[in-house]
Nanobody
């Protein structure tokens, strides 16, 4: 089992910045990806950004150029720096860790962007 603990959500005005952090309770030796998904009210959960332990990143088109994911394999952490936030970024953001042996989610952290 792996526990994921998120922090850093909150309320921010449009154009502002927030940084989300996620810490895993242990590392995964095999190939894996850590990252962030989000779910807005009435919508499906969607990928925001992920990074593999080898450093390959993937971003949703909606956040490219505004969000940056960064991972520290030694510390089992992944952060999401969110700049130029828009009201449509409002959602619950979930940390995710997936590998061949499992798929884990954090409890979610609310991000609210006011216009």
């Amino acid at each position: 089992q792996v526990q994921l603990v998120e922090s850093g959500g909150g309320l921010v005005q449009a154009g502002g910045s927030l940084r989300l952090s996620c810490a895993a309770s242990r590392g995964i030796a095999s190939n894996n990806a850590m990252g962030w998904y989000r779910q807005a009210p009435g919508k499906q959960r969607e990928l925001v950004a992920t990074e593999t332990n080898g450093g390959t990143t993937q971003y949703a088109d909606a956040v490219k150029g505004r969000f940056t994911i960064s991972r520290d394999n030694a510390k089992n952490t992944v952060d999401l720096q969110m700049n130029s936030l828009k009201p449509e970024d409002t959602a619950v953001y979930y940390c995710n860790l997936r590998y061949f042996g499992g798929n884990y989610w954090g409890q979610g952290t609310q991000v609210t962007v006011s216009s």
